[in-house]
């Protein structure tokens, strides 16, 4: 099992940009796939990025293509999510999550989550 802790969250204007980061502690960091999702009041958990355990393959969803990027530092056991021209749709509570060997587009997939950071764009 690892455990995950995230940082970076924070109230930001629209056009503004942040980094999420997570620290990841207790199992070995390269062998996971490592996900971001996020969560906005009275909505479902919805999937936003995702990162190989290497680094070299990452998936996004299409409301954050070319907006968020999504990296990792298997030195640092850290994973990030650099997050540019955020709008107010972008609001919501972001969750760093770890899955053994690999990375999907769910949820569910996941075993290991941290305890969330709050992102709030303002308009």
């Known amino acids: 099992q690892v455990q995950l802790v995230e940082s970076g969250g924070g109230l930001v204007q629209a056009g503004g940009s942040l980094r999420l980061s997570c620290a990841a502690s207790g199992g070995t960091f390269s062998s996971y796939g490592m996900g971001w999702f996020r969560q906005a009041p009275g909505k479902e958990r919805e999937f936003v990025a995702a990162?190989?355990?290497?680094?070299?393959?990452?998936i996004s969803a299409d409301a954050v293509k070319g907006r968020f990027t999504i990296s990792r530092d298997n030195a640092k056991n850290t994973v990030y999510l650099q997050m540019n021209s955020l709008k107010p749709e972008d609001t919501a509570v972001y969750y760093c999550?770890?899955?053994?060997?690999?990375?999907?587009?769910?949820?569910?997939?996941?075993?290991?989550w941290g305890q969330g950071t709050q992102v709030t764009v303002s308009s």
């Open positions: 990162i190989s355990r290497s680094g070299s393959r990452t």
């Open positions: 999550a770890a899955r053994y060997y690999s990375i999907t587009y769910y949820p569910s997939d996941y075993d290991n």
